[in-house]
């Protein structure tokens, strides 16, 4: 059973840093996920009062505060229309309302759970977390980083011009996707992440420019190769190894196919 | 103990709570017996309750955070609720009734958000909300049957 022997509501990310240096404390979020496991939590740190609930924007980012819940990120207009509604399907199959109502971006994002939707559509756009002391890392990096001490204060999303679509599979909705797929073009560079493999989402750049001659049947089959090799995919209940991999090689197939409007 | 004050059902609420108590413990000790224990892993609704307006789900959420906001359970809604749940019985889509409040405050939330929803748009703001007996369609059958009385009263 999940216990909590102290609740703070932290006054100041400065506060909130001090008490998270004790182990046996916990920042939470959300709390959706944290709830369900069996430990016991010194003193819960709530930083539900520090305004990182909004979502910011400027002529070059998006400024999504940690607290930001599924829900604000799948009804947000701008967002949605600079990601062609790419963060709105990333996120609308996640359990319920009730359930996008609490989730948060931030726990989300520094859960790096496996399963994550988000972390997975994120990773296709450009996209950067603000650490309280870490400062400001590429999600990329970030999501390869083991979890630490530090607080995850907002997710920036620079405005570079992108061209972004989502996928995943899911064997019923609202269930945990058996396979996510997000792919971007971003400067004319392809870029394609996977999660749900069923580990954490890893993202694959077209650097070695298979794609660069152009997006057709011949470049999408091997480029779909190409990202079913490099990326590792693995055997759970929802689905095996084999079935992923083939999953992941559809989904970027039709992602390419949409966002270059062959089909 | 943390002392909180809140607001459930329009009446100021001040009480001593654990940290780690959740609110649908709470809401049960205040007497809100429409609020109902189900999976408790974030999956079935049945605890949906109303906090500043918006649904969340009472067995996943804190005490602690509720305080200072404005807490409704369908104790507090029986009037808005009164205007469709007839709707819903009608097409024996209540059954064994278990999901029903839960059910009940989504759709308050839902027609709050969406006054006129597509069947899309109920099929998708109701996801959240799991029941055992009706296959949903009946639900569906009677939200719709109510949307389409409402709007013709109007004509």
Known sequence: ?263 | MIDITLTLNGKKISDSVEPDSILLDFLRDHKCYSVKRGCETTNCGLCTVLMDDMPVLSCSMLTARANGHKILTLEGLQEEASEFVGFIADQGADQCGFCNPGFVMNTIALLREYPDPTDDEIKSFLAGNLCRCSGYEGQLRGIRNFLNSRSKEAK
């Open chain 1, 1 to 263: 059973m999940f216990t909590i022997q102290k609740y703070v509501c932290a006054s100041s990310l400065e506060e909130a840093y001090e008490l998270n240096q004790d182990k046996n404390n916990k920042i939470i979020a959300g709390m959706l996920w944290m709830r369900l496991g069996k430990g016991k939590v010194n003193t819960a740190i709530d930083i539900s009062g520090l305004g990182l609930d909004t979502i910011e924007e400027d002529d070059e980012k998006f400024s999504i505060g940690a607290m930001v819940s599924l829900r604000t990120l799948e009804k947000h207009e701008s967002l949605n229309s600079y990601t062609n509604n790419a963060v709105c399907n990333a996120v609308k199959d996640i359990v319920g309302v009730q359930f996008r109502n609490q989730a948060t971006i931030g726990g989300s994002i520094w859960g790096r759970f496996g399963f994550s939707d988000v972390l997975t559509v994120f990773l296709a756009l450009d996209t950067y977390v603000e650490l309280y002391k870490g400062g400001i890392v590429p999600l990329s990096k970030f999501a390869e980083l083991k979890e630490d001490n530090d607080i995850l204060v907002r997710i920036i999303v620079k405005k570079t011009p992108i061209k972004v679509t989502y996928r995943a599979v899911r064997a019923q909705k609202t269930d945990f996707p058996v396979l996510t797929c997000a792919t971007s073009i971003i400067n004319g560079v392809v870029r394609t992440s996977v999660g749900a493999r069923p580990g954490r989402a890893k993202l694959v750049i077209d650097n070695s420019g298979i794609l660069f001659s152009g997006i057709n049947e011949d470049s999408i089959t091997k480029f779909t190769s190409y990202v079913a090799d490099t990326i590792p995919t693995s055997k759970n209940l929802r689905g095996s190894a084999e079935y992923r991999t083939h999953l992941a090689k559809v989904l970027l197939s039709r992602n390419l196919e949409e966002l270059e409007g062959l089909k």
